[in-house]
Each structure stands twice: as C-alpha cells, then as structure tokens.
C-alpha cells in the first residue's frame, strides 16, 4: 500500500532530521534562507511544488526565506547568487543548473555560508539532499525489463533507445548507471544511445533522429523522465507505435500516460518529503548545528538519501491520495476512463 511506503520515505527523512545535531557550521550569522530554483518549464516541479513546500517550512521556523529562479539561464543563476550573497545568507540551498552551482558554492564557502545542494549534487557542497538516484535508475531499467515481458518480447534481441539526463547534471549518470545495472544483468543492448537533455523538446528531436536511425524498429526507450518521455511517446504516437517507456517524476503528463498504457510507469519521489528534508536540514545549520546524513556521495559529501517509489497505473491514485497531484488535472476528457479503471478521483 502507499501508506506504507509514504511512511518508510517519511521515516528517513525523520531519521536524518534525528542526526542533526553538533557544532557550528559555518561563520555567517544571517537568519536568510537563500534558495535558487533552476528553471519554471512546463512539467517541472519547481515552482509549482517546490517553491510553496520550501517557503512554507522555513517561515514557519522563524527564518526568511529568499527563493529565487534562474529560468533556465546559467547566467541569471549567478547574477541571483551575487545578489543574494551581498544581502547576507545564513544559508545557501541550490537546485544546479548545467554546473552553475559550484561557483555559487565556491562564493559562499569564502564567507562562511553552509551550502546544501538540493535534488541535484554539486562539487564542493556541504551536503546533498535527494532521492537515492541509483535506485531511481535501477526502477526505471526494471520498467522495461517489465514493459519488454509483458509484450512478449526478448530483451535480448529488442531494439531499445536509451536516453539519459543533461550531462551537465550529476544526477543524470547515477540515474543512467542504475539503469544499466539491471538492463545489462537482464542482456539488453542500446540498438540507438540518444545525446542526454532534460530538455523535452530536444528530446523530441534527438527521438525523430534516433528512429530515423533505427528504422522505425523501436521495441521500448529508455527515457529519463516524464517531460523527456512525453516528448518521445508523441512521436511513438505519431507513428502508430506503443511501447515501453520509462520515466520519473510524476507530473501530471506522466501520470497520464502511465494511465493511458503508453508510459510503463514513473517513478514517484515526493516533493513534499524532498523539500521537508531540506528545510529541516537549512534548519539545522541556520541554528549552527553540524548534522549528520544517512549516506555519502563517492567524493565524501554527506548525502540525506531518500526512497523513491515505482509508480505503476494502479498506483497513480496514492499519488493523488498523498496530495502531490490532483485528479482534477490528470483526469481529462481522454483519460477519465482509465481514471475510472483505475480508481482516480
């Protein structure tokens, strides 16, 4: 049940939230909360989830919280980092954009400013918060493991696109890593590997040139998200075509899709449990603790690892059921009857 899962994610953020305690962390003694968001595209999380969940925890703890959004630009990014920093953070907690983070973490360690890279892991932060991204790629190769069975299909012979993230995001090799563990234990082979983009445009482009190559003969792809797979499912769609496709994230059009059938799942990481995570971790450190985290990266940086959740079209309802998305908005006229199949209201 969902419950059960809500609860085991919500049970490590607790326990990270237990390790927080310690000595100082930083010199700076400002009360500010100084977040920057990468960008507001359509299907993102950021500003619709994110923003609200972040601002809410830190004002109610008695601290400013100073959100910013770079809008995709690298430039904005540090602009909005300078102008932070010259008004005084107690603390820095970054979405990276294309590696614009490490410069911002650089400027803020030179003040004494703690930094906390968050969903995103950036070089020289204090610590990471995020989803065990391993385990997010490992859910995701299992999909089309499961999507190419469920066919009736060799995985061994299947011709399968893989996908990945911008390159430029740390996260986008720990998911691809984590995926390739199970395909390549399962004997699947790239018939196509697609240049990585969080971009669901350019992945739509970068899907027309893979098919292209591949002469149409597509089995599944390897997608790394829900925008990107939404992109590519259209021009499945375009050319009568339904096949496996992974994801993550949960959006609305992810969960549509999943619904649909033409989406094999998504995988679910609740915002809500990212973000209380965060804060209690800006918390901390505006308080002067030193915390501890339940992991560490591979170059030593504390990483607070979350649990991410396969999401099947069964279980599109307890992500409904948990507040991170609304029926009203997934349910539209083409798929109200796969919500009426599947229990969403």
Do not use: H
Not at 168 to 180: E, H, I, Q, T
Not at 228 to 252: F, H, R
Not at 319 to 333: E, N
């Amino acid at each position: 049940m969902k419950k059960t899962s809500l609860i085991s994610i919500a049970a490590v953020a607790a326990a990270s939230a237990l390790m927080l305690s310690g000595c100082a962390a930083g010199t700076s003694t400002s009360t500010r909360a100084c977040v920057i968001l990468p960008d507001a595209d359509s299907g993102t999380r950021w500003e619709p989830g994110d923003r609200p969940a972040l601002e809410k925890a830190l004002t109610a703890a008695g601290y400013e919280a100073d959100i910013q959004n770079a809008q995709g630009d690298t430039s904005k990014f540090a602009t909005i980092a300078d102008q932070q920093l010259s008004k005084g953070c107690g603390v820095m907690l970054l979405v990276d954009l294309q590696g614009a983070g490490a410069a911002v973490v650089e400027k803020a360690k030179a003040q004494g400013i703690p930094t906390i890279a968050y969903d995103r892991p950036i070089t020289g932060a204090d610590y990471y918060v995020s989803f065990d991204n391993a385990k997010v790629g490992e859910l995701q190769g299992q999909m089309i493991v499961d999507g190419l069975a469920a066919a009736g299909k060799d995985i061994k012979t299947a011709s399968i696109i893989y996908s990945s993230g911008d390159p430029a995001d740390g996260n986008a090799k720990m998911f691809l890593d984590g995926a390739l563990s199970v395909l390549n234990a399962a004997g699947a082979k790239a018939a196509f590997t697609m240049e990585g983009t969080w971009d669901g445009a350019k992945a739509g482009t970068l899907f027309e040139q893979a098919f292209t190559a591949v002469k149409g003969k597509v089995d599944a792809v390897l997608a790394p998200n829900d925008n990107n797979a939404a992109s590519i499912i259209a021009i499945l769609d375009k050319n009568g075509l339904t096949v496996p496709v992974s994801g993550q994230d949960a959006s609305v059009a992810g969960l549509q899709n999943v619904l649909l059938g033409k989406q094999t799942a998504t995988v679910y990481k609740p915002f809500t449990i990212e973000a209380k995570a965060a804060s209690d971790l800006a918390i901390s450190l505006l308080k002067g603790d030193k915390p501890k985290a339940n992991k560490t990266l591979a170059d030593g940086t504390p990483f607070i690892a979350l649990d991410p959740i396969s999401t099947s079209a069964d279980k599109v309802k307890d992500v409904v059921a948990a507040g991170d998305a609304k029926a009203a908005d997934i349910c539209t006229a083409d798929v109200m009857a796969a919500c009426d199949k599947y229990g969403v209201k």
